[in-house]
């Protein structure tokens, strides 16, 4: 009997010893697997952004069509490798996963970091609460590894694909396009001082813009842009209108920028526009392009005699009406240009740039394992992005940084359980949203934001920024104007919003 049960001990330690040994081994050749996964990926980042910053800095016009398709896809799958390779980075520092939740407290201390983890999910624009979450699990779980090496794989594939033919593709674009400006040194800059991402939305208007009409046409073209508040149509319109190609095209360049058309005349609307380009230029002819930005829908009437007045105009003028309304989409001559908010993997990079500039993410994992949640929790806003990056770079820290996760998460949770959806869709300038200070490790008061509005560079702005609020610097009781955001990309718009602080 004893050499029975010496034998069968004898055997279920072999196989333990042997399975514990096929373990360590599957891990380790899926450890190498997913090094040379990460080091084949960086090297198809390194090819395919020289390619993108060279694109960018050359004028690609809408006349190669698929020269531009060929561009934003590379330029898409760029963002997309960029956020696989931070993600799965995130992830190794942070222990391989986890929910990814900052505990809701003010101590902001060791437990909050060690929570802090990153974790692969998207935001609704609409719904903070749905959400499609990565599995928890220990760093050497099967299922958590064997979902890093699938990310990492695609992204290498794709990248592979686009990369496969790039060197006709780089030949062709530095022989037949030439270089519009001087590329800043860094990639930070460019993303700082330029429109990012809108490449194929500018062609688009160029397009509409410039193009030749036959003879005898009479009809003036009109072009609609719809799309969220603060989602970048002025800025994207600004952009069109500095381009040389347009101000040689047009005589006349005018804009109008009010809440609607209301009981507007034909006198009053001309008196009310203001003169952005004129010129000389003989070969521009006649031909206007009229600007109309407004935050709502148009009376029907007032579009119509306006557009009547206008139509006498010189062929080949334009106009361009910009809305947050749907509604105005009747008006125009052809298709609408409706902006969206960028893409999960866009924003991470323009937020990343933000945040960091030319420091990289990799030498600070837990910091950007942090940037990634609240990149995630932002909503694609350019404001907040700015804001936020302000804030974050004077406390570059990572208990400074899991205080200001928790506080966006109790910013979206409070707001949306007061009005049942995501804040910056609320039209009404009557509903307050409820912030804190982010760096703060217990905030005493709090501030009621009511509807951010517009103001031209060169009309005054309050003195007080919204991120010292946010920093806890500046905390006056009382309501009175903040200064929301400052532009820095034309048209260089101040961003104002009115606030009340109150005792919590």
Request: proline share 4%; hydrophobic share 35%; charged share 25%.
């Amino acid at each position: 009997m004893e050499m029975l049960y010496s034998a069968v001990l004898n055997e279920l330690v072999s196989r333990s010893v042997s399975f514990l040994l096929a373990k360590r081994r599957e891990r380790t050749a899926a450890t190498a697997q997913e090094e040379l996964l990460l080091q084949r990926l960086r090297g198809l980042l390194l090819r395919s952004c020289t390619v993108v910053e060279e694109a960018e800095r050359r004028l690609v016009t809408n006349n190669r069509a698929t020269m531009l398709r060929h561009l934003t896809a590379l330029r898409n799958e760029t963002f997309r490798g960029c956020y696989v390779l931070d993600g799965v980075r995130c992830r190794a520092a942070s222990g391989g996963g986890g929910d990814g939740r900052v505990r809701n407290g003010d101590g902001g201390g060791q437990e909050e970091e060690e929570q802090a983890s990153r974790r692969a999910f998207v935001l609704s624009r609409f719904n903070p609460a749905k959400r499609a979450r990565v599995p928890s699990g220990d760093p050497e779980d099967s299922r958590a590894r064997a979902l890093r090496l699938r990310e990492l794989q695609q992204a290498v594939r794709s990248l592979e694909a686009m990369i496969g033919d790039m060197m006709e593709f780089v030949v062709f674009l530095t022989s037949h396009y030439p270089p519009v400006h001087r590329q800043p040194y860094s990639a930070h800059l460019f993303v700082d001082k330029c429109m990012f991402a809108r490449h194929m939305e500018k062609e688009r208007v160029l397009e509409f813009l410039l193009q030749v009409e036959p003879p005898g046409a009479a009809r003036l073209g009109v072009l609609p842009i719809v799309g969220p508040a603060h989602i970048g149509k002025s800025t994207l319109v600004e952009h069109v209108c500095y381009d040389e190609r347009v101000r040689n095209h047009f005589s006349l360049i005018l804009f109008y920028r009010q809440n609607n058309l209301m009981n507007e005349t034909v006198a009053s609307f001309r008196d009310k526009c203001v003169i952005k380009h004129q010129t000389d230029n003989k070969a521009s002819g006649q031909r206007l392009l009229i600007v109309i930005e407004l935050l709502e829908d148009a009376d029907e009437d007032t579009w119509n005699r306006l557009y009547s007045s206008e139509r006498s105009m010189a062929q080949g003028s334009r106009m361009i009406v910009t809305s947050r309304s749907e509604k105005i989409v009747r008006f125009g001559t052809t298709d609408a240009l409706r902006l969206k908010c960028l893409s999960t993997e866009a924003y991470w990079y323009f937020f990343k740039m933000t945040v960091f500039g030319s420091d990289d993410p990799g030498q600070h994992p837990k910091l950007a394992s942090l940037a990634m949640q609240m990149a995630s929790l932002m909503q694609g806003s350019f404001l907040f992005a700015n804001i936020g990056a302000v804030v974050l770079r004077d406390h570059f820290d990572t208990q400074s940084w899991s205080r200001a996760v928790t506080r966006i998460r109790q910013y979206l949770q409070k707001n949306v359980s007061l009005f049942g959806e995501y804040t910056d869709d609320i039209k009404d300038k009557d509903h307050p949203r409820f912030t804190w200070s982010l760096i703060k490790q217990k905030p005493d008061r709090y501030c009621m934001l009511y509807d951010i509005y517009e103001r031209a560079s060169q009309e005054e702005v309050p003195e007080i920024p919204y991120s010292d609020m946010l920093d806890g610097c500046a905390q006056p009781n009382g309501t009175y104007e903040i200064l929301f955001w400052k532009s820095r990309i034309p048209p260089y718009l101040n961003y104002v919003c009115k606030c009340e602080i109150r005792d919590m």
